[in-house]
């Protein structure tokens, strides 16, 4: 079975500081990996994917993640924090026809 | 546009007045899925689907049902709804495991 475990429920940082989310997962077969984003009311966007190719991905607003087999995880990451960056982030996995599986979610704050 | 459609992004009921949250897509995608998402639990799966006629229960399918007797559409049933079932609901479309799902607005639902 998949799963995956965010670190930290909430991240704060400071604008323009780098933000780093953790993302860990458990899976039997390569992994497809991605990172959502949920700004408030809203539903969940995709900012990301790994699917094998290249182990370092570039997402949409100045996020990227890099894939790590040996550690089985794969982190977001971006250089410097914007204030609309603020929002809820998910981190999921899914392989081999199985279904996307979440985390729970990790909440970021970004302080002026 | 491409898009998944869910409908109503509203409702409040009374328990076990039976109700069916509908989801619609129009991108040919041959995975749906619904989720629902509880503060500190993330979004977990309620059921999903990946051909038409074919599901699957997810993590958390008791009190829900599902059908899916076209390609574009995967409404979600509740026959007798529970003041647990109070939730924000979300369905989601995809081309396949590899390609990360597209998620409507959301439906929030308040059993009472």
């Known amino acids: 079975a998949q799963s995956v475990t965010q670190l930290g429920s909430h991240v704060s940082v400071s604008e323009g500081a780098l933000v780093l989310l953790r993302c860990n997962y458990s899976s039997s077969v390569p992994p497809y990996l991605f990172w959502y984003v949920q700004y408030p009311n809203q539903g969940l966007q995709l900012l990301l994917k790994y699917t094998s190719a290249a182990t370092l991905v570039k997402g949409i607003n100045g996020f990227e993640a890099e894939f790590k087999k040996s550690e089985t995880s794969f982190h977001l990451t971006k250089p410097s924090a914007h204030m609309s960056d603020a929002a809820e982030y998910f981190c999921a996995v899914s392989s081999g026809n199985t279904p996307l599986v979440f985390g729970k979610g990790t909440r970021l704050s970004v302080i002026a | 546009e491409a898009q998944v459609t869910q409908n109503p992004r509203y409702l409040i009921t009374v328990t076990g007045k039976k109700l069916t949250v509908t989801c619609s897509q129009n991108?040919?995608?041959?995975?749906m899925s619904w989720y629902r998402q509880d503060p500190g639990l993330g979004l977990r799966q309620i059921y999903y689907?990946?051909?038409?006629?074919?599901?699957d229960k997810g993590d958390v399918p008791e009190g829900y049902k599902v059908s899916r007797k076209e390609k574009r559409n995967f409404p979600l049933i509740l026959e007798s709804p529970s003041p647990n079932q109070t939730s924000l609901y979300f369905c989601a479309s995809s081309l396949s495991d590899r390609h990360g799902y597209t998620f409507g607005s959301g439906t929030r639902l308040t059993v009472v």
């Open positions: 991108m040919n995608h041959e995975y």
């Open positions: 689907s990946m051909n038409v006629e074919v599901t």
